[in-house]
Structure formats: C-alpha cells, structure tokens
T-cell receptor, first 116, second 114 residues
Framework: AQSVTQLGSHVSVSEGALVLLRCNYS??????LFWYVQYPNQGLQLLLK??????LVKGINGFEAEFKKSETSFHLTKPSAHMSDAAEYFC??????????????FGSGTRLQVQP | EPEVTQTPSHQVTQMGQEVILRCVPI?????FYWYRQILGQKVEFLVS????????KSEIFDDQFSVERPDGSNFTLKIRSTKLEDSAMYFC????????????FGPGTRLTVL
C-alpha cells in the first residue's frame, strides 16, 4: 500500500521568495515519485519525477526536488517564486515494479499563492 | 511529451443516465488510465488498461463503470447509471511511449450529474 501526505493545503509566498512544498510518502516497495502542477481549469502537467536515478531531480520552470529515503520525503523547491507559479501542486507515488506502470497515488494537493 | 485529448470537455447529465467519456491519444500507447477528481479533493485512480484488458482497478471502479478501446484509438470510460456523487473531473492518462515510468494526463472532462 502507498500513501502521500502533503503538509499545508495552502502556501503563500512573495514574488522572488523561496518556494517549499512538502511531500512525505509511504510505500512498502521502492517508489517512483512525481510532482504534477494543475493550473485553474486545466489538466495535470508533469513538473518532475524521481525514478531511482539521481536523488536530486530538476524539472520544468526552475523547480527541483530531492528524494530522501531516510526521511521518506520528496519536497519541491524553487529558489525564486514567480507570479505564474500560482497553481495547485500534487505529489504522487507509484510502485517501482512492473516497470513503473502501476497506478499513481496522489496527495491532497497544495495551493500555491504568489503575492506581488 | 505525449498529447492527449478528451471529449467532451464538459458533460451535464441527469441522474440515472449513461455517459461515455472519451480519450484520444495522438500517438500509439499501450497503457491507459482513468482518474477522477471530485471538486476540492485529491485525484483518485480508477482503472488502468493494457492490451485491451483491465490491468488494475480501484475500489471506486465498481460494476457501474466500464472501459474499452472500441476502435483501437479512442479509449472510453462508461458510467452506466450516473449518481450525484459521480460529479467530478475525469482525467485520462497515457504512459510515455517507449518509456516505462511516466503518465501524461489529458485536460479532463468535467461531469456534472443533476
């Protein structure tokens, strides 16, 4: 069984400030981890993924995340927030088996607000 | 990145009616998925489909739901007798072609059951 916990349903930062969105996971098997972003009235867009290669992964729009097995975490960061980063962010986990074709389990999401 | 379209973008139906939601990947894929997101809640897995068979399904995917690839390209989700609680955003996803680990999502169909 797998689960994802995203701490903070709402995060507000000032433009130019550091963005930190927290994700902790639970998995009985080695995980694959993903961050997706959802802009208003749109679908889910992949930001970045961890699939057992480098533990620090870089994604689109300047985001990155670090897989920390000891902490079962996969926090998302961006050094400097931009107004266009305002969106809902979802962390997701799947089992690293069956060559990764298993279902995704999502967290509850974190809504990021960027203040001017 | 694979391109996935979904039709319709918004479907309004009466309780008890059947609805069919469609997913059209632009290129060939082998693995397909349906997820749903009830307003204000998390995205939930419904079913995965591989080689014309259901590969995995969740508890949500009961006898009211079915999936198929009727013509080898479209991938459909049918809800036989809709309930009020079926109102949600339904997302189709496909596995990256040639890859093994990343699902790409369509824009979704908003289903409203009255």
């Amino acid at each position: 069984a797998q689960s994802v916990t995203q701490l903070g349903s709402h995060v507000s930062v000032s433009e130019g400030a550091l963005v930190l969105l927290r994700c902790n996971y639970s998995s009985s098997v080695p995980p694959y981890l993903f961050w997706y972003v959802q802009y208003p009235n749109q679908g889910l867009q992949l930001l970045l993924k961890y699939t057992s290669a480098a533990t620090l992964v870089k994604g689109i729009n300047g985001f990155e995340a670090e897989f920390k097995k000891s902490e079962t975490s996969f926090h998302l960061t961006k050094p400097s927030a931009h107004m266009s980063d305002a969106a809902e962010y979802f962390c997701a986990v799947s089992a690293a088996m069956d060559t990764g074709r298993r279902a995704l389990t999502f967290g509850s999401g974190t809504r990021l607000q960027v203040q001017p | 990145e694979p391109e996935v379209t979904q039709t319709p973008s918004h479907q309004v139906t009466q309780m008890g009616q059947e609805v069919i939601l469609r997913c059209v990947p632009i290129s060939n894929h082998l693995y397909f998925y349906w997820y749903r997101q009830i307003l204000g809640q998390k995205v939930e897995f419904l079913v995965s489909f591989y080689n014309n068979e259901i590969s995995e399904k969740s508890e949500i995917f009961d006898d009211q739901f079915s999936v198929e690839r009727p013509d080898g390209s479209n991938f459909t989700l049918k809800i036989r007798s809709t309930k009020l609680e079926d109102s949600a955003m339904y997302f189709c996803a496909v596995l990256e072609q040639g890859g093994t680990d990343t699902q790409y999502f369509g824009p979704g169909t908003r289903l409203t059951v009255l």
